[in-house]
T-cell receptor
Framework: DVKVTQSSRYLVKRTGEKVFLECVQDMDHENMFWYRQDPGLGLRLIYFSYDVKMKEKGDIPEGYSVSREKKERFSLILESASTNQTSMYLC????????????FGQGTRLTVV | GEDVEQSLFLSVREGDSSVINCTYTDSSSTYLYWYKQEPGAGLQLLTYIFSNMDMKQDQRLTVLLNKKDKHLSLRIADTQTGDSAIYFCAESPGGYNKLIFGAGTRLAVHP
């Protein structure tokens, strides 16, 4: 059973804290993604990575950074959390070729207070 | 640029057909996708269509693609309460390993 696992389902952090969201996949996928999901806005791409140590900015990278030191793990970092980063964060991975069947984690609901 | 648009809400009666519509802008996408998100879960691939096809049928699901108008639709026949979810249209722009999603259509099925 394929799996994308996000480290936390719910997080509450204070404004200004550094926040780490972790994602691990067990399918040996090259591509990994971080999206945020907000009502009425759908999924917006924050960052993606198509290989170890490689990263690309998505549509809304400001205020975020990422790390991919190992193929199976992709971390999203909020350098200094702000209230407008309160959202649902979804991690996804997929293989490099063919039909893009992305596998998603359950999501992390982050609240910044 | 890349943009995918869809209406936000659809309500149907159980047993009726549902039609969810989507428009996209990037004509280079090789495949177009429909993903489903059930409450409290991540997204799952529901179906997809190759860009040189007009129609694809998979049991209760029918996908129609009008490439000229960049319009994609998903029809669910005999809609059931278990079909209540958010449905996302997505494209994968040519040459890029990424998915661009629409805002999602929340389908509510009532008795």
């Amino acid at each position: 059973d394929v799996k994308v696992t996000q480290s936390s389902r719910y997080l509450v952090k204070r404004t200004g804290e550094k926040v780490f969201l972790e994602c691990v996949q067990d399918m040996d996928h090259e591509n990994m993604f971080w999206y945020r999901q907000d009502p009425g806005l759908g999924l917006r791409l924050i960052y993606f990575s198509y290989d170890v140590k490689m990263k690309e900015k998505g549509d809304i990278p400001e205020g975020y950074s990422v790390s991919r030191e190992k193929k199976e793990r992709f971390s999203l970092i909020l350098e200094s959390a702000s209230t407008n980063q309160t959202s649902m964060y979804l991690c996804a991975s997929f293989a490099g070729t063919g039909v893009t069947e992305a596998f998603f984690g359950q999501g992390t609901r982050l609240t910044v207070v | 640029g890349e943009d995918v648009e869809q209406s936000l809400f659809l309500s149907v009666r159980e047993g009726d057909s549902s039609v969810i519509n989507c428009t996209y802008t990037d004509s280079s996408s090789t495949y177009l996708y429909w993903y489903k998100q059930e409450p409290g879960a991540g997204l799952q691939l529901l179906t997809y269509i190759f860009s040189n096809m007009d129609m694809k049928q998979d049991q209760r699901l029918t996908v129609l693609l009008n490439k000229k108008d960049k319009h994609l639709s998903l029809r669910i026949a005999d809609t059931q309460t278990g079909d209540s979810a958010i449905y996302f249209c997505a494209e994968s722009p040519g040459g890029y390993n990424k998915l661009i999603f629409g805002a999602g259509t929340r389908l509510a099925v009532h008795p």
